[in-house]
Nanobody, 124 residues
Framework: QVKLVESGGDLAQVGDSLRLSCSADGNRNCMYAMGWYRQAPGKERELVAQITRGGLTNYAASVQGRFTISKDENKNTLALQMTSLRPEDTAVYFC??????????????????WGKGTRVTVSS
């Protein structure tokens, strides 16, 4: 199964920017749908941003206008550019990819792959 590795998490201050990266080790371009999730201390994991193969995006209201999700299918990478960081952005951020190498996609056919997470801490 393909593996995902996140990087870029760091300590930051309010207003700082960080860029998270997710790299898939697959040797084929099979990213069908991609997303970033996060889990804050004491909270449940939540969706941050999603992007489809066609480039359609979806953002959580809390990050709209501040975060940008992007992909590079040639490199099998996914990125999350975060700006204007706030303390409430503190969380472990997880990369998620629906990995599908077939022809006709249906829900459940692709592999739901998750990274181990990268930690972002924002302090004032």
């Amino acid at each position: 199964q393909v593996k995902l590795v996140e990087s870029g998490g760091d300590l930051a201050q309010v207003g700082d920017s960080l860029r998270l990266s997710c790299s898939a080790d697959g040797n084929r371009n099979c990213m069908y749908a991609m997303g970033w999730y996060r889990q804050a201390p004491g909270k449940e994991r939540e969706l941050v941003a999603q992007i489809t193969r066609g480039g359609l995006t979806n953002y959580a209201a809390s990050v709209q206008g501040r975060f940008t999700i992007s992909k590079d299918e040639n490199k099998n990478t996914l990125a999350l550019q975060m700006t204007s960081l706030r303390p409430e952005d503190t969380a472990v951020y997880f990369c998620n990819v629906i990995w599908f190498c077939g022809v006709v996609y249906q829900p459940g056919l692709g592999a739901d792959v998750w990274g181990k997470g990268t930690r972002v801490t924002v302090s004032s």
